[in-house]
């Protein structure tokens, strides 16, 4: 995958753009080997993962404020043709896709931190945050990202929690009743 990477950064059919992607994957596959040589404990570890989850707050709130105030999306253009002219939000990024695909990632590190807190105020801060990520994806109105979470939260379930699981096995049949008609 690196040689095929630095391959399509100079003989890539985007131009410039290919070699914009080419650097972000080169160094998202470096901050990989940054990430296993610094994490070398399960109490660093937590601090990493803690430190993100707070600090998603950010983009959370900013979500939330362009949803109050009605300027969501200010880069974005397709919001009077969305939804009935539905404002989508994009927090600090200029797409809401993107910002659904950043929530993704977030929303998964926010539910680790969860399942590893050790007291019950913790769990409570960092359940606020999952669920304030949450409604910023609602927000999003990015139905890819939605799949997208329910998979990934199953995946992080399976690899924390196994006994996690039956409760979305009783969710399921509810769905129907919760989720969109479109």
């Not at 200010?74 to 927090?91: K, V």
């Not at 669920?131 to 927000?139: D, E, G, K, P, S």
Request: glycine share 8%; proline share 2%.
């Amino acid at each position: 995958y690196f040689v095929l990477t630095l391959y399509h950064m100079f003989a890539g059919f985007a131009g410039n753009d290919s070699m914009l992607a080419a650097m972000i994957h080169l160094s998202l596959m470096l901050l990989f080997f940054s990430v296993t040589i610094v994490v070398n404990s399960k109490k660093v570890f937590k601090k990493i993962i803690f430190a993100i989850t707070v600090s998603t707050l950010y983009t959370s709130i900013v979500g939330l404020a362009q949803f109050v105030l009605g300027k969501g999306g200010m880069g974005w253009s397709d919001n009077d043709e969305y939804i009935g002219g539905l404002s989508r939000i994009s927090s600090t990024f200029a797409n809401p896709n993107v910002y659904g695909e950043f929530l993704i990632i977030t929303i998964c590190i926010s539910l680790v931190a969860i399942l590893l807190s050790d007291s019950w105020m913790q769990r409570i801060v960092f359940g606020g945050c999952f669920a304030l990520q949450l409604v910023n994806l609602a927000l999003t109105y990015s139905r890819g990202c939605y799949i997208a979470v329910v998979l990934s939260v199953v995946i992080v379930v399976w690899c924390c929690d196994k006994r996690l699981l039956s409760v979305g096995v009783v969710a399921i049949p509810i769905l129907p009743y919760v989720l969109p008609q479109n």
